[in-house]
Each structure stands twice: as structure tokens, then as C-alpha cells.
């Protein structure tokens, strides 16, 4: 019911900022949790970042905390990630994520992933 697409990745050097955009097609968005997942090189994919169906909770990795915002503008159908502060470990492959059962930081609990944008933070 819900389609995803990234964008927004790319080349940044350490210290700088992206934001990611993931836009989702069909209504009732704000009934989905979105998540932000990410993968890197050799890596598990792990979980970044979730935002409840109209943002009242927010989750972030400890990793990622203090750096990263997630936020969504329910009007457009968009979650997005801005990333500040940018570490080469941050590299990867970035992946939006809908799920219909609430908030949650498990992979498992999300039913809808988009195709994900690469994020490559130079030293």
C-alpha cells in the first residue's frame, strides 16, 4: 500500500550535513511509523532513526544522537533525516521504512522499504 524513494544521498566530508528525503506514495501516510535504517559495507543493517505516525515519538541509535534529526511533513507524504555533524563510520547505504504497527526500532516490525540512497562521508 505504501511505495518509498530515497533521495538525497551523496559525497560529504567529515563535519558537514546532508538530508535525506524518503516521499511515499498513497494516503493515510500518518497511519505508518516511518524508520530510517542503514547499512554499510561488510555491515548488519542497523537502525538509525524512528518517528511515530504523527511525530509525537521520536527514537534514535545512541550512534546517531545529538547529530541526526528525523522529522516528517505528513501534508507531502515525506519523512525526512538530517544528518549534521557527519563521521566517515556514517557511510552507507541509507533505507526509509513504513510500518503499520507503530513505533519501533525492529526491522522486522516495518512492512515497506524503499530502494535506499548512498551516503559517503569523506575523511
Known amino acids: 500500500q505504501v511505495q518509498l524513494v530515497e533521495s538525497g544521498g551523496g559525497l560529504v566530508q567529515a563535519g558537514g550535513s546532508l538530508r535525506l528525503s524518503c516521499a511515499a506514495s498513497?494516503?493515510?501516510?500518518?497511519?505508518?511509523?516511518m524508520g530510517w535504517f542503514r547499512q554499510a559495507p561488510g555491515k548488519e543493517r542497523e537502525f538509525v532513526a524512528a518517528?511515530?505516525?504523527?511525530?509525537?515519538?521520536?527514537y534514535y541509535a545512541d550512534s546517531v544522537k545529538g547529530r541526526f534529526t528525523i522529522s516528517r511533513d505528513n501534508a507531502k507524504g515525506t519523512v525526512y533525516l538530517q544528518m549534521n555533524s557527519l563521521k566517515p563510520e556514517d557511510t552507507a547505504v541509507y533505507y526509509c521504512?513504513?510500518?503499520?504497527?507503530?513505533?519501533?526500532?525492529?526491522?522486522?516490525?516495518?512492512?515497506?522499504w524503499g530502494q535506499g540512497t548512498q551516503v559517503t562521508v569523506s575523511s
Open positions: 521504512a513504513a510500518g503499520a504497527s507503530g513505533l519501533a526500532i525492529t526491522e522486522t516490525w516495518y512492512d515497506y
Open positions: 498513497g494516503r493515510t501516510f500518518s497511519t505508518y511509523a
Open positions: 518517528i511515530s505516525g504523527r511525530g509525537g515519538r521520536i
